[in-house]
């Protein structure tokens, strides 16, 4: 079973928001006090956070799939749904976040740094939100929004200061465990380090991390060997100490063709360079060359033969014998010179600052494209609005259904449905291809008071005999005539006041005579 891993793929899921709520208040003496449902709760996020008591990916590779809980729904009483809580993760010190693409999308450094994979869905607005002097007591609410969904690569590269390369079998884990408390596997038998290995060194007052990676060997860059996977837990280091074997019985080897060998193969390696331009490739960085294995005499003097060679090329040489101890303290020293002098050069860590940059005021908060598939005309809209509006309707309710056609008639999309040629028929998509809601468009009528007066939940416009549904110029006629007869009637009632007619020929006709009184 695997103890260490360094690249593992995330799939994260935030959680959903919760559904608003339509409710209508009522109490004593007040049967329709007015809507009072409350918004839904915002979905949870999953965030990776650097933790120090963390040092593998491994828990990530036996659950890759990691969902954060979604938001309770709105209820009545004006009471919202419960947020749901973050899912944090802890990840190593030194994780790089990348998409599936390779594109790195965070590199996080440094003990708290975060960063969001996957964010929780927000919460439907209930009715009592929705409210207007329009809309009094709207009979819907609006839905949670789904959670964000997102697969990324975790890639884990060690925080060291020290990198000990070189063939196997050359006692780079030896020497690691000579002159630090790190305990690795050591073997007489090539490849014995599968993981990397981190030990702590003090030399003095200087304290810095020494990393003992798999060994490289010829054609590593193509694949050979355990290949250059591993060489990503060196590139953060700030010196490269090349331990070569003195004592090898491979025929055709020696320190100095090691050496170039060990350098071709960190050439060929790519490392993924920071935007800024700190970190320079493996073969340009400060490096020391070890001859190791000294207690042996063949080994002692093939050193003490290859050793002005290597002072020639301008590099700093130390013959040291992890197995006797001998000349470690020196070199221990020598390296810790170098990594005080790297992180004085080194950038300073400054405080991320917060830029807010505002969107332009004549900058569209939409598109509108005409496209065709399979020989038929469509118009695609995208946008952050109009896709969350749509995502958020319930399709169930007439009323929402109107209210989505208000709020994109006044953001303006029918008139750039206009502008780009469409006519009432033609099909329209919002969002993107693989989730699009797609619906024959119809010119839509702003909503007003006349088209408010249904049951609530419904929506005039969506009425089956909406051809007959008087418009307001027959309307406004209906209005004129009732006037005009009404004008009519005062003007013939002034005409017999004048006349002196107060009384009705035919009621007048059937009234009984009174018969003269006989006293």
Known sequence: MASFVDRVVLHATGGNGGNGCA?????????????????????????????????????????????APSGTQGMGDYRQGANGEDMILSVPDGTVVKDTDGNVLADLVGMGAEYVVAEG?????????????????????????????????????????VALVGYPSAGKSSLIAAISAARPKIADYPFTTLVPNLGVVQAGSSRYTVADVPGLIEGASEGKGLGLEFLRHIERCAVLVHVLDCATLDPGRDPLS????????????????????????????????????????????????????????????????????????????????????????APKPSMARTIIRPKAADGSEFTVQRKESGGQTYFEIRGTKPERWVRQTDFANEEAIGYLADRLAVLGVEKQLFKAG??????????????????????????????????????????????????????????????????????????????????????????????????
């Open 422 to 519: 469409a006519v009432a028929g033609d099909e329209v998509r919002i969002g993107p291809e693989h989730n699009a809601v797609i619906f024959d468009w119809e010119p839509t009528l702003v909503t007003g008071a006349e088209l408010l007066g249904g049951p609530r939940g419904t929506d005039a416009r969506f009425a089956e005999s909406q051809s007959n549904r008087p418009t307001r110029g027959d309307k406004r006629r209906e209005y004129t005539e009732r006037m005009d007869a009404k004008a009519e009637a005062r003007a013939e009632l002034w005409t017999e006041r004048e006349q002196g007619i107060w009384t009705d020929p035919e009621i007048d006709a059937d009234a009984p005579v009174d018969s003269p009184s006989k006293d």
């Open 258 to 345: 090691d050496l170039e060998v060990i350098e071709q193969e960190l050439a060929a390696y790519a490392p993924d360079l920071q935007s800024d331009g700190t970190r320079v490739p493996l073969n340009e960085r400060p490096r020391v060359v070890v001859l190791n294995k000294i207690d042996v005499p063949e080994a002692r003097e093939l050193a003490e033969l290859v050793r002005p060679e290597f002072e020639a090329r301008g590099v700093k040489v130390f013959e040291v014998s992890a197995a006797s101890h001998e000349g470690l303290k020196q070199l221990t020293y020598v390296l810790a010179e170098y990594v005080e002098r790297a992180r004085k050069l």
């Open 23 to 67: 409710s209508i208040r009522r109490e004593k003496f007040k049967p329709l006090a007015g809507p009072d449902g409350g918004a839904g709760g915002m979905g949870g996020s999953v965030i990776l956070r650097v933790d120090g008591q963390v040092t593998t990916l491994l828990e990530f590779h036996h659950l890759p799939h990691r969902s």
């Open 121 to 161: 869905g927000h919460g439907g607005l209930g009715n009592n939100a929705l409210a207007s002097k329009a809309r009094k007591a709207p009979g819907f609410a609006l839905l949670g929004e789904p959670g964000s969904e997102a697969s990324v690569v975790l890639e884990l590269k060690t925080i060291a200061d």
